[in-house]
């Protein structure tokens, strides 16, 4: 009996609120908005139009010679704004003149708020190129402003913050957590882009060199998200002072499992002030991985490859074990590359012809020492040369240079009749009777045939 009374009861109800709805959609009030809502957007649109047809600002993209180029360039891009734009306008002269008419505007105002929406959507695609940046301001700041305009933004400040929950002294409800998230990537993108901002300026100033501006550029890495952390903290409501008890926290965390990044990040910074490494210096590892030092960060260096990988390597290590830097304080290195030469040779000019080809080549330096072809040693097939040249910077990548050299000493030896010798052997038969047979390795055996 009262399952019936509740569906009679759920009936009546929505009879009614039809019966309300079927009033409204046909009373003047509801007809008068929708024709100011209706004229209000061809006069936008025609307007608009014609703004750009008429105005050369906002129809033809001004060229980078032009004066004022900028003014003008901003002009063309809030040409797309131009039709939000009047939407506001318009709608908003229409509220005043329907209320005036007819007692009711609220249709109208509901336009004009989604109008104002639509504008701030345009303009953030038009005017802001970081995407992630774009991204955020679209699902998050159009929310928000959809909120504040219709005049829900502070009930459902209310109701987020009600969803909470409370352990002791500590609450945590919905509202701080949402303020937390976007307040924190706000500050992470803030610190990232300010970060690489200040880095890069710091890399240009010519008047340090390199080591210092990887110090200072740490540094203000440093002291940029520590300045971070502090505006979130505040932004959050939490109290500072708190942090004391978070900090001792973390000293007992460093203490058993954050040592190795405690120990990465102080290897850093002693890196950093002592000069030991540079980016751009060639380093080798103990394990034998080698590269060009790309980075020096807070945790670990990345050494580049010469075919295009990076080898990440962490701080302690640069401490702890041994390493070989090739270029810290001189680029120029020392290489040789050895050849032979056949014993019929006059061996005691090959040194002048050979250094005097090498000197020739661009890259091979004539300090601190000029190129020396050395004698080896005597080989079973010919006689052994060694030849040792200066270059700048390692043999390897683009700065490739012992295949330049081997093909100069080929030529030079080409071109003074000098053979190359290659390994020859020689067989005899020993006897009248004697039978060469064939082993299975390849290996030619000669015995004495049977009588």
Known sequence: ME??????????????????????????????????????LLIAHFAARTLKKKVDWFSVAPKEDVRFYKIKNYIFAASDLLFPALCYILLGIGAAIVLNAVGANWLVLIARGVSI???????????????????????????????????????????????????????????????AAIAGAFFFWLGSASNKSGQKAIRKQDALDRPTQELLAKLFQIVIFSTIFILLMQVLGLDLTALAVLGGAIGVGIGFGLQQIASNFISGIILLIERTLTVGDYIEMSSGKAGILKELNMRSATLETFDGKEIMVPNEKFITDTFVNWTRDDPRQRYEVNFSVSYDTDIEKIPDLICAAISKHKSVLSKPEVPDCELRGFGESGVNFGVEFWIKGIDDGKNKISSDVLMIIWRTLK??????????????IIGENSVMSIKKKGALETSKGRK
């Open 415 to 428: 071109d003074n009749n000098i053979s190359i010798p290659f390994p020859q052997r020689e067989v005899r």
């Open 117 to 179: 929406i639509y504008l701030l959507y345009k303009a953030i695609n038009r005017f802001i190129p970081n995407p992630m940046l774009r991204t955020a301001l679209i699902y998050v700041g159009i929310p928000i402003a959809t909120l504040s305009v219709f005049n829900y933004l502070d009930t459902t400040i209310q109701l987020l913050d009600n969803a909470s929950l409370q352990a002791g002294n500590i609450r945590i409800s919905a509202y701080f957590l949402i303020k």
């Open 3 to 40: 399952q019936l009374l509740d569906i009679d009861s759920l009936k009546a109800s929505a009879i009614s609120i039809l019966d309300k709805l079927i009033g409204w959609l046909s009373s003047p009030q509801f007809y008068a908005q929708i024709g100011a809502i209706i004229l209000a």
